[in-house]
């Protein structure tokens, strides 16, 4: 698959420039040493406190913080004192898995094994002519703050928002090792792919 060597040299070359969400690196190589399967954009989850100009602006928006693990208060209340323009809103996101399947076969099972692990987000689409499955769970939460660099609310309610979003982010991150146990058994059934260990070893990535 052309496609699937250029996806795994994105994200060899993602790797070795630290830009992959550590705590999914084990996943996301089991997942593109799967015969037939490969990922592309991936995230293992966020929160953060973002500034957008207007809703629906965001290519334009700017992330005040964003961490891929429970932010601390502190963080937060320093994040804001940086806020200038446009609307201010926390938000928490769970895990995001963008795997492409050679065969809409391939896909079906794809779609089964999101939702067996709880990502009850889980979609199936056709883009481009490529079997796209979205492995996506439910617990997203956005909550305003403020705008125009004036925080609208008091530490009371901020410090519950950052509870509520971390707590989200721990439940939705707690579904990793059991999503990680699907696919092992997926790479079982599907078997593995020559390509990504030959494209591995050219990028010395290890521990496979």
């Not at 320093?78 to 963008?98: C, D, M, T, V």
């Not at 530490?155 to 989200?168: I, K, S």
Request: aromatic fraction near 8%; charge should be negative; charged fraction near 30%.
């Amino acid at each position: 698959m052309k496609a699937k060597r250029e996806a795994l040299v994105s994200l060899f070359r993602a790797m070795k420039e630290e830009k992959v969400d550590e705590d999914i690196i084990d996943l996301l190589l089991l997942v593109n040493s799967i015969n037939g399967v490969y990922t592309t954009s991936s995230c293992s989850g966020r929160i953060g406190i973002i500034e957008e100009p207007a809703l629906g602006a965001k290519p334009l928006s700017r992330w005040l913080v964003k961490v891929h693990r429970p932010i601390e208060f502190d963080e937060a209340m320093r994040a804001l004192e940086n806020a200038e323009r446009g609307l201010i809103f926390l938000k928490s996101q769970p895990p995001i898995f963008h795997v492409v399947a050679e065969d809409i076969e391939k896909a079906k099972r794809l779609h089964e094994l999101g939702l067996a692990s709880g990502f009850k987000y889980t979609t199936f689409k056709v883009v481009s002519k490529r079997y796209l499955v979205e492995i996506n769970a439910t617990e997203y939460l956005t909550a305003p703050l403020g705008r125009d660099g004036k925080v609208l609310v008091d530490d009371e309610y901020l410090r519950f928002a950052v509870d509520l979003g971390n707590d989200m982010l721990r439940r939705s991150k707690g579904r990793l090792p059991r999503l990680e146990e699907k696919f092992r058994a997926l790479r079982e059934e599907f078997g593995e792919d020559e390509l990504f260990y030959e494209l591995a070893g050219e990028f010395g990535v290890g521990n496979l």
